[in-house]
């Protein structure tokens, strides 16, 4: 019998998330962001899920591949762009879409030779101070750009910093606005927080992310709880065993929790090595049987172990939900010190995965 631990992920959520989001921008079309193994989920589990978008955004090659090899005949956004002058010979082979962010890539594609015009997103640093043209040099970048034949279509990009928090887009939208005064073409801004929260925005594609996986850009689950989006994926495992704990027994490495009493607790199938934070404090919560308990003691590499005070009819077997439908991977994450997007993304190979239709 294998390992009771499994990740589910709900395509019927997925797509139904998707849905949301275009309610929430009905003008715009969606870039869905499949970066970094689709947020934990898998490239290749995801694209049924997300069949009806209008492209996808990821920034390895590897996946963009997978997808056109899946059938993918859409768009695909490379967010980060190429990374050398040798990439341009695959972005023109699977006709992908590329960022461009600095002065060698508007050199490099002026010596590549495509088959065909190469669409490009050029990036606008509007404050994030990550990738990006300052917005002073975006119009002489655009007009570089324009001139190359080599070059199809151009949108303009960004990425907020703060539309997740209270700090919002005005000052981000005053840098963008200026940059692009003089500019035609379509603009691409909105990220996950931007496209629930700030319309303005939208423009004419937007680029959610965390919220296609039921998460909440802000890592407060509240924030998102009557938005209509559904968690995707549910970790899940049982119990192994248990144990009977005295006042003042000790459990887990360093005996970080010690016992004010008499106690119970259950031994799980998950640890570090499956993705679960070993940073997650003792009280860190966790569905067992059907009810709300807390973790106890350290984080171990294939093991926790949990309280069953809560939930004394609990015993070996019992189904146990590390964040999914019951628990949100925000609450959990929160605990933890944590975001969301870094639990779901850190959900290791050896994990099982089960598609539910």
């Not at 631990?5 to 962001?33: D, E, Y």
């Not at 040099?137 to 539309?163: C, D, N, Y």
């Amino acid at each position: 019998m294998p390992r009771p631990i499994s990740a589910t992920l709900s395509l019927s959520a997925l797509s139904n998330n998707l849905q949301v989001i275009r309610r929430f921008a009905p003008h715009s079309k969606v870039w869905s962001v499949v970066k970094a193994n689709a947020y934990g989920h898998g490239v290749e589990h995801v694209l049924q899920g997300l069949s009806s978008t209008d492209g996808f955004g990821l920034l390895d090659f590897k996946e963009a591949i997978l997808l056109r090899e899946s059938g993918w005949q859409g768009p695909i956004l490379l967010l980060e762009g190429f990374f050398s002058p040798a990439d341009l010979e695959a972005i023109d082979q699977y006709r992908l879409t590329t960022a461009v962010h600095s002065d060698w890539q508007i050199d490099a594609i002026k010596q590549a030779k495509p088959s065909a015009p190469i669409n490009v997103y050029l990036k606008i640093n509007s404050g994030m101070n990550r990738l990006g043209f300052k917005p002073e040099r975006v119009e002489a970048a655009w007009h570089a750009l324009k001139a190359l034949p080599q070059v199809g279509e151009i949108t303009l990009m960004s990425h907020f910093a703060h539309a997740d928090g209270p700090e919002g887009v005005e000052g981000q939208m005053a840098q963008i606005l200026a940059a692009g005064a003089n500019i035609s073409g379509p603009r691409s801004l909105a990220n996950s927080a931007a496209t629930l929260w700030y319309p303005d925005t939208h423009y004419d594609w937007i680029r959610p992310g965390i919220i296609l996986y039921g998460a909440s850009p802000s890592g407060k689950w509240r924030d998102i709880a009557d938005s209509g989006l559904k968690p995707v994926m549910t970790l899940s495992t049982e119990i192994i065993g248990t144990q009977q704990l005295q006042a003042g027994d000790r459990v887990g490495y360093s005996g970080r929790y010690r016992a004010s009493g008499e106690q119970r607790i259950g031994i799980i199938a998950c640890g570090y090595a499956d993705g679960y934070p070993r940073h997650a404090p003792s009280g860190t919560p966790v569905w067992v049987d059907g009810v709300m308990t807390q973790t106890v003691g350290t984080v171990s590499m294939d093991m926790i172990m949990v309280d069953l005070t809560p939930c004394p009819q609990a015993a070996i077997g019992s189904k146990v939900e590390l964040w999914g439908a019951n628990l949100p991977v925000d609450d959990v994450a929160t605990v933890a010190g944590t975001l969301g997007y870094e639990l779901l993304s850190a959900l290791a190979p050896r994990v099982p995965v089960t598609i539910v239709e």
